[in-house]
């Protein structure tokens, strides 16, 4: 299942592209793309899987730009 959530102080394509890279190698993660420019992550995965996926994208997110955050609603 693919799900599109709006990033949150998201600074520069290069840090997206840093996310991007972190956020693939999870397991379960089937396909990822962030786009800096409409501030979006679209993440494709097993939906039984999308809690846990997403609590460690948060984090990989975070380890690259604090500040930036994933709105999940």
């Not at 693939?24 to 995965?45: P, R």
Request: hydrophobic fraction near 45%.
């Amino acid at each position: 299942m693919k799900k599109i959530f709006r990033m949150e102080n998201l600074d520069c394509a290069n840090c997206a592209a840093k996310m991007e890279t972190a956020i693939a190698k999870l397991d379960g993660v089937e396909s990822v793309n962030i786009s800096f420019i409409t501030q979006k992550l679209i993440v494709e995965a097993d939906e039984a899987d999308f809690p846990k996926i997403m609590k460690a994208a948060q984090k990989c997110v975070r380890k690259v730009e604090p500040d930036c955050k994933i709105i999940l609603n």
